[in-house]
């Protein structure tokens, strides 16, 4: 097995929220705002009105094409209508509102459980694509179009369980209390993707959930391996991992496809292990609320579509005012200016942080020319010399260094003793080479 290369290991802080199990919101959402764009590929199209009851898992939006994925309701209820309602990652988005009637009431309507002892590959197919199943981790790519396109073109399955990220433990406490569904859900991605091997990367900070599995993969005689890995960010980003596990190297500008590797999230494992034994599309989701503004830390259950605002109150609301709002880690989420937005199926956690856990902006000083960018930058790259290629206008150069493999994870800009800004500045870098291309 190979290491990673380059990462960092930053303050972890993960210990308000390791230990508390998944729970529902003791308070659920009068209403949730389901957006109809929640996959790669164009928004799902509504098949519901204005007045119309439905029910949970019922499907609400029909999938648009190939790398579109269905939209399922995640409460019981009345159907408002379709909104313009705020988007996470900026801007709006329509999404469709339902009133929680409080009932949960399951869809009468949802499929049979599948036997994995005679469900064909394509059984596990149309059961996936049916229930509305994206990759939710960083990518949001239909699972079903995922394994299609990787079908006779990969050998090895990665269940992403690594978590590398301060502060989320949603992935940790799913591995822990629905081990079971989860294994189950790789060993059918495993057979719809019909690949001869099929991993659980976990990284060692998690022995606890690490051992729940191997017990499981060990009563049950699974072929699925686990893999405990050294903690190190950002172990989770789909090329470390599948450096770590297979020792491949995904090429400048591939992805881990190239390599013969399909890598799939913990949370999605889950997803399918749920379609596959009760039928249950994709509803709900564990995510992480944390951050030293929020008065109660911990793991909720909730229903896709909850506004970002409830997930707070459900974690005891505000102790101070946030200085900061994030989806997604500290690192690399996505900066918030409200928490009107809703959960997304790709959402694993809401960071509220504190001023006391932002340390001080320090003014940048003069590049010291230690290198230390490059050694721990995971994708190979050499921050200090696309800042020096930028500064110089010299884009010959600047194409040399591959500034569009640059995943953003920060790591420069945090090992930098000078305080350069190194991220914005291999970004700026990227986008003046594909302004140097376009002008071509």
């Known amino acids: 097995m190979a290491r990673m290369f380059g990462g960092i290991h930053p303050a972890d802080r993960k210990e308000n929220t390791r230990r508390k199990p998944l729970m529902r919101p003791d308070s659920p959402p009068e209403r949730v705002f389901l957006p109809l764009d929640m996959s790669s590929g164009a928004p799902a199209v509504p098949v519901v009105e204005q007045g119309q009851q439905v029910y949970v898992g019922e499907l609400i939006a029909r999938a648009d094409g190939e790398e579109s994925a269905h939209v399922h309701a995640s409460v019981s209820g009345v159907v408002e209508g379709v909104v313009d309602y705020p988007f996470p990652w900026g801007g709006s988005a329509p999404a469709i509102v339902i009133a929680n009637d409080g009932q949960n009431a399951l869809c009468p309507d949802l499929p049979e459980p599948l036997s994995m002892d005679s469900a064909s590959q394509e059984d596990i197919m149309e059961r996936i694509q049916l229930c509305g199943i994206t990759d939710m981790g960083r990518d949001a790519s239909p699972a079903h179009w995922k394994i299609l396109r990787a079908r006779g073109r990969a050998d090895t399955l990665i269940v992403n369980a690594a978590e590398s990220d301060p502060y989320v433990t949603a992935d940790h406490r799913v591995m822990l209390e629905l081990g079971a569904q989860v294994l189950l859900g790789a060993r059918a991605l495993a057979r719809a993707l019909g690949v001869s091997r099929a991993f659980i990367a976990v990284e060692g900070d998690k022995l606890n959930a690490a051992e729940s599995m191997e017990s499981r993969i060990s009563n049950r005689q699974e072929r699925v391996e686990l893999r405990i890995l050294p903690s190190r960010y950002p172990l989770g980003g789909e090329k470390q991992i599948v450096r770590a596990i297979t020792g491949r190297e995904v090429p400048p500008g591939g992805e881990a496809l190239d390599v013969r590797c399909v890598v799939f999230n913990v949370a999605c494992a889950l997803a399918v292990g749920t379609a596959i034994s009760r039928g249950t599309p994709v509803t709900h989701r564990a995510v992480t609320v944390s951050g030293g503004a929020v008065n109660r830390p911990r793991n909720l259950w909730a229903p896709i579509g909850t506004p970002l605002t409830d997930l707070v109150t459900a974690a005891g609301g505000f102790r101070e005012q946030p200085e900061m709002m994030l989806l997604g880690g500290p ?45 721990v930058c995971p994708m190979h790259l050499a921050p200090v010399l696309v800042r020096r290629a930028l500064e110089a206008g010299d884009m010959a150069q600047m194409y040399k260094l591959h500034p569009s493999d640059c995943m953003e994870c920060g790591c420069c800009s945090y090992i930098c003793p000078a305080h350069i800004p190194l991220v914005s500045i291999v970004r700026a870098g990227r986008k003046a080479l594909e302004e140097e291309v376009e002008a071509q």
Not at 345 to 353: G, H, V
Request: hydrophobic letters at 40%; glycine letters at 6%; one cysteine or more.
């Open 331 to 375: 690192m690399t989420g996505v900066v918030l200016r409200d928490l009107t937005s809703p959960l997304l199926k790709n959402t694993n956690s809401l960071l509220c942080l504190a001023g006391w856990e932002r340390p001080e902006p320090i003014p940048a000083a003069t590049c010291m020319r230690c290198g230390q960018c490059v050694d």
